[in-house]
């Protein structure tokens, strides 16, 4: 079965980078588009960028442009978001998500909290 | 950017009641690109509606959505305990990606 799993949850300091991963089985990796998007406390999701896990082109959101770098790896079929110069505003639980016919399967989500 | 929004914000519901949560569109979702996600604490959001109107793999046919252009709904046809969570709508069809702000399906 299709299954995303991220890594566990970071606390990090402002001005401080994060770096999550998403590790992808149960279907071809290099088939697909993964997208991530993050949702504050209360708030609505944002969409972030999606890669290409087949041939790594990216396209980010003019929100993060600059702060976010979506990664793979293709032997670990697992896929990288990196986000930079940390606020308390990037507080929030970031997922991944394959496109499929929609997002159709995330990931269970990583909790980064940026705190002094 | 499309800017989706749900209403209401809060449904207090029993077991076994009919569930209509809406979502609006400031402007005209290309080609029905419209998604519905049940979330729940902890856990990844699951696709249930997708294309304003299919029902993801798996998902129980208690589920629909429909809609289209600018107003999209999604029903829930007998709630179960299970079913009480946090829904949102999402487009899909004009970059960059939005969702709405979400309906909470609560016990009364």
């Known amino acids: 079965q299709v299954q995303l799993v991220q890594s566990g949850a970071e606390v990090k300091k402002p001005g401080a980078s994060v770096k999550v991963s998403c590790k992808a089985s149960?279907?071809?990796?290099?088939?697909?588009?993964i997208h991530w998007v993050r949702r504050a406390p209360g708030q609505r999701p944002e969409w972030m960028g999606w890669?290409?896990?087949?041939?790594?082109?990216?396209k980010y959101s003019q929100k993060f442009q600059g702060r976010v770098t979506l990664t793979r790896d293709t032997s670990a079929t697992t896929a990288y978001m990196e986000l930079s110069s940390l606020i308390s505003e990037d507080t929030a639980v970031y997922y991944c998500?394959?496109?499929?016919?929609?997002?159709?399967?995330w990931g269970q989500g990583t909790p980064v909290t940026v705190s002094s | 950017e499309i800017v989706l929004t749900q209403f209401p914000g809060t449904l207090s519901l029993s077991p076994g009641d009919r569930a209509t949560l809406s979502c609006r569109a400031n402007g005209t979702v290309s080609g029905t690109y419209v998604a519905w996600y049940q979330l729940k604490p902890g856990q990844g959001p699951r696709l249930l509606i997708y294309g304003a109107s299919r029902r993801a793999t798996g998902v129980p046919d208690k589920f629909s959505g429909s809609g289209s252009g600018t107003d999209f709904a999604l029903t829930i046809s007998r709630l179960e305990p299970e079913d009480f969570a946090l829904y949102f709508c999402h487009q899909y069809g004009s970059p960059p990606w939005t969702f709405g702000q979400g309906t909470e399906v609560e016990f009364k």
């Open positions: 890669i290409s896990a087949g041939n790594g082109n990216t």
């Open positions: 149960g279907y071809t990796f290099a088939n697909y588009v």
């Open positions: 998500a394959r496109m499929g016919v929609a997002a159709d399967y």
